[in-house]
Structures are given as structure tokens and as C-alpha cells.
């Protein structure tokens, strides 16, 4: 009998020291992922002031070819943050790191398809057409990032980057898709829709602003300082 109370207090011990082990491990990758995602986020929001005053001044949207080096800048910031704390390896580290890494993956095939038709059917159909047959870019952009902050969320157990990723990504993707910063500029500019069409690709740099700051760099900062 003595040996059975035994082993049932050992087991109940070890699952209480794999529990705590565990927990130790998510508030380790949380603080670190906070800090990724703060970086991250003030990363993508000088990186959108950057290509929407390059857009402005050559007047096109070949300053959106400046995300590719988004990834590299943020590596680079990464490694040069003095605030860095290197969580243990765990599995709750690996499914994060998987989930971004499928995001970076899916975002980066669909931006390169959407570069491939948009320039194929600015080329075969008239303006009118064309603007019909788009792929749209920033809207679904924001939204994969919304649905993988999100997911971040739900591994670390954080209820407000749950939020915060939901809110964000839902957010700016109606507020592009419905056209919201174009309606506000036509209001407060005073310009035509034909004028539109010079000033449309620095409006979507202020839609990628707008998530870095409430999908990113707000839910980082908290997350970092263990307040999520």
C-alpha cells in the first residue's frame, strides 16, 4: 500500500514539476516574443513612412518592392537588441516560430504572384478592367498578420494579443478594403478621383502603419513588460 501512495504522489509530483516547467516556458517565450514583435512592429512602421515618401516622390508604387528587405532590416534589429532575452528551446517556442515562419512563407508566394498578374493585366486589359481584375495586396496582407498574431496569442495563452491581433488585422483590412483612407482624403483634401489614383499607393502605406503600431508594437510592449 505504501509503495502505491508512493508512486501515486511521485506521479502527481512529476506532472506538477512538467506543469511548472511549462508555464516557466511560456512566460519565457512570451517576454521574447514581445520583444520580436515590438522590434518587428516599429521595424514595419519606419519601413512604411520609408516607401510611402519614396512612392510620393516618384510618383509610383515601386517603392512597395522595399518590403522585400523588411525581413532582413527586422533580423538585423533583432540581433542588435540590447533588450534580447534568447527563450529556452520548447515546444510552445518552436509551434510560435512555425507559425510566423508560415506566415512569412504564404505572405511572401502571394506578394510575388500578385506582382506577376498585376503587371500581366495592367498590360492586357483597359484601366477599368484592370481595376476589376487586381489582385489587392494590403488587405489580405493584414489580415494573414491579424490571424497569426492571433494564433500567437492563443499558444501563449494571452487573451489581449488575442485581442489585439483580431482587432488589428480585422480592423485594417475593412478599413482598405472599404476604401476608407481614399474616402477620408477625397473629404479632407478636397481632390477628385482622378486624382486618386497618385496618392492611393502612399494610402497603403498608412494601412500597414496603422497595424504595426495596434497589432505590433502596442500588444509587444505589454507583452514584453508581462502585462498581457
Not at 516557466?24 to 516574443?33: D, F, H, L, P, Y
Not at 515546444?91 to 510575388?112: D, S
Not at 494571452?158 to 481614399?182: H, K, P
Request: charged share 15%; with cysteine.
Amino acid at each position: 500500500m505504501e509503495t502505491i501512495e508512493n508512486n501515486e504522489l511521485t506521479a502527481e509530483r512529476s506532472l506538477e514539476i512538467i506543469t511548472e516547467q511549462i508555464e516557466q516556458s511560456r512566460k519565457a517565450v512570451s517576454k521574447s516574443t514581445g520583444q520580436a514583435l515590438y522590434v518587428a512592429g516599429l521595424s514595419m512602421m519606419a519601413m512604411s513612412i520609408v516607401i510611402a515618401i519614396t512612392n510620393y516622390l516618384t510618383k509610383t508604387p515601386l517603392g512597395h518592392l522595399l518590403w522585400f528587405l523588411l525581413p532582413l532590416i527586422i533580423i538585423w534589429a533583432q540581433k542588435n537588441n540590447k533588450e534580447r532575452e534568447h527563450a529556452p528551446v520548447s515546444l510552445i517556442g518552436t509551434l510560435v516560430g512555425k507559425t510566423w515562419w508560415t506566415f512569412a512563407t504564404f505572405t511572401l508566394v502571394f506578394f510575388l504572384i500578385t506582382i506577376i498578374w498585376n503587371s500581366v493585366a495592367v498590360r492586357l486589359y483597359q484601366p477599368d478592367a484592370y481595376m476589376q481584375l487586381r489582385i489587392r495586396v494590403t488587405p489580405i496582407i493584414v489580415l494573414l498578420m491579424g490571424m497569426t498574431v492571433t494564433i500567437t496569442g492563443h499558444i501563449l495563452r494571452s487573451r489581449w494579443l488575442v485581442v489585439f491581433g483580431f482587432i488589428a488585422g480585422i480592423g485594417t483590412c475593412l478599413w482598405e478594403w472599404l476604401g476608407i483612407s481614399e474616402a477620408l482624403f477625397i473629404r479632407v483634401a478636397g481632390q477628385s478621383l482622378s486624382e486618386l489614383g497618385l496618392v492611393r499607393p502612399i494610402l497603403h502605406c498608412f494601412t500597414y502603419l496603422l497595424f504595426a503600431f495596434f497589432g505590433m508594437v502596442l500588444p509587444g510592449y505589454l507583452l514584453k513588460r508581462q502585462r498581457l
